[in-house]
Structures are given as C-alpha cells and as structure tokens.
C-alpha cells in the first residue's frame, strides 16, 4: 500500500500547498507565503494594491488571475517585484463595479505550489449616486 502523505500545512492560515514530488532535495523548499495579500474595500475610481511576500527553493514564481474574468489589460492591471521588500505586487487601475471579485495568487516552483485568494470589493461613490439620483428626479 502506498504511504499517503498529509498536505503541507502553511504557517499562514488561508494558504494551501500542494507538494508535486514524493522527495524534496536538501536546500530545496515547496513554495509558501510569508504574506499573503490581504482582502480590500476600496470606493470606485480608487487603485487596488495586493502585495504578497512568498519564500521557497528554487524562488518560486508568482501568478495572480481572478475568478469571473481575465487579467489581459496591461493598463488595467500591472504585476511587479519590489526587490527592496521583497513583493509581488498586484495593481488594478481605476476600479468599477465590476473588478469585485477574488484574486487568486500563487507561488510556483518545480516542488510545489501554495496558494490562496484575497478578495476585492468595490463601493459605488456614494455622492456621485446621490447626484445621479437627484438629476433623476428633476427629469421627472
């Protein structure tokens, strides 16, 4: 019978890691965070900044999608590395209603991935409703 091994537990809660090789050479690390980036409520019109710190040997790489659409707007969402602090960065530009949703990243390396989500909910302004809401009125 094969010896099933349990999943590897990440310090951080929130954070699973799936171990893609039975033996994991000395020196060498399955992908995990140091700091997960953290859920946002940000008004309309605002900028979303996720930041994540992940550690692993070989260094993994890091990957950001979301759940209900594509990430294929260079202007709208722009990946970088902060050397200095050691950050994957995830910015989204000038947010609508519609980029409500859970961003998933994850940190990948030949021995594993570990993952998790943050999720990012956007608030109407509230005065601009009221003046859309007022100029309603009047039309009537």
């Known amino acids: 019978m094969e010896e099933v091994k349990p999943p590897k537990k990440s310090a951080i809660p929130g954070v699973t890691i799936k171990q893609f090789v039975e033996v994991i050479p000395k020196g060498c690390s399955t992908p995990d965070f140091e700091r997960k980036p953290i859920t946002l409520t940000l008004q309309e019109g605002k900028n979303a900044i996720f930041r994540a710190v992940v550690k692993g040997e070989p260094p993994p790489k890091v990957i950001w999608k979301r759940s209900k659409k594509e990430m294929n707007n260079p202007d ?35 021995y594993g991935e570990a993952a998790c989500t943050a999720g990012l909910k956007v608030i109407q302004d509230l005065k601009k409703e009221l003046q859309d809401y007022r100029k309603m009125l009047r039309k009537r």
């Open 76 to 110: 709208k969402y722009q990946m970088s590395f902060n050397g200095i602090t050691n950050e994957f960065i995830l910015q989204i530009n000038k947010l609508t209603a519609e980029d409500t949703d859970l961003y998933h990243c994850s940190a990948v390396n030949e």
